[in-house]
């Protein structure tokens, strides 16, 4: 039999007795509404037992609803302010919250054992942190999956196909070893404050890694290529060591542009430069 859930105080009641006023600078739109929150932690599947590493919880909202989960999270918040209402939660839910106070950018979360990554990430920190995730050595990653709300825009970028407007180096390295999908979008009204754009949650799974292909080499021939994206390859790619004579032994005509390539061709690019 599982436990009975705590009885926790409204969010709005949390963040007033704290006097949590929302910080533009430290990328705070704060999420009160509870279904939502339970909505977006069920987004990785049963929590239960599993370890979540949880980026910038604030006053706790997502963190409540993963802790209802069952999960036990690690969470990394900057803002020192946060701490005492993070504390309040962890005591209605002993053993399963761990807080660390710092940068997300530079703390080591010491996490053992895989792991979900669930947040509603700072926009100024966001994609910096996903291509974090994305970009290890190691592979499959520590982490199981990652569920990351951004603005709709960038969510659209992560999961683009070819031939479209939003196709760019975010979705080739968000795809050519996990598979991204658009969870749920939502709308800009669910924040305190309303952030100007609507927002979209990115659900992430890793995939197989095709062989032979480097995320360094991969990050480099992207940067050019989409640095330069109205540009020919053979204009756009002529910096990178190796990148025309790939062209030219893969059969890929040098007049193309950065966004008609498949992800397949960008690995086989990379493939072939090592
Ligand atoms: C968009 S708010 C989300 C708050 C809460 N999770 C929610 O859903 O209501 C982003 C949170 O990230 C924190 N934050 C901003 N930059 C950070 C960083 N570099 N490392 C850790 N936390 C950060 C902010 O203080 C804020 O609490």
């Not at 279904?35 to 599947?45: E, F, K, T, Y």
């Not at 994609?127 to 603005?151: D, H, K, N, V, Y």
Request: glycine share 10%; charged share 20%; proline share 8%.
């Amino acid at each position: 039999m599982t436990a009975p859930l705590p009885a926790l105080p409204p969010l709005r009641e949390v963040i007033a007795r704290h006097g949590l006023t929302a910080s533009k600078a430290l990328g705070q739109n704060f999420l009160f509404d509870e279904q939502l929150l339970d909505r977006i932690a069920a987004i990785p599947g049963s929590l239960r037992s599993e370890q979540v590493l949880e980026v910038g919880p604030g006053p706790g909202g997502l963190t409540r609803a993963l802790l209802r989960a069952g999960a036990h999270v690690t969470a990394i918040e900057m803002d020192r302010r946060c701490l005492p209402a993070l504390a309040e939660l962890g005591e209605a839910f002993p053993g399963q919250l761990r807080v660390i106070e710092g940068d997300a950018m530079k703390v080591d979360p010491g996490i053992t054992g895989p792991f979900h990554v669930v947040a509603n990430l700072p926009y100024n920190v966001g994609t910096a942190l996903f291509i974090g995730w994305l970009a290890g050595e190691a592979w499959p990653p520590a982490w199981r999956s990652l569920t990351l709300m951004f603005q709709e825009e960038v969510a659209r970028r992560i999961v683009a196909e070819p031939d479209t407007g939003a196709y760019g180096r975010l979705a080739v390295l968000a795809q050519w070893r996990a598979r991204p999908r658009l969870a749920l979008k939502v709308h800009r009204s669910a924040f305190t404050p309303p952030p100007k754009v609507m927002s979209a949650i990115v659900h992430v799974v890793p995939g197989d890694a095709p062989e032979g292909v480097s995320m360094r080499t991969l990050e480099r021939v992207t940067e050019a290529a989409f640095g330069q994206r109205r540009k020919m390859l053979r204009q756009s790619l002529k910096g990178v060591p190796g990148a025309l004579d790939a062209l030219t032994t893969l059969g890929i005509d040098p007049q193309r542009r950065a966004e008609t390539l498949s992800i397949e061709e960008f690995c086989a690019i990379a493939r072939v430069i090592g």
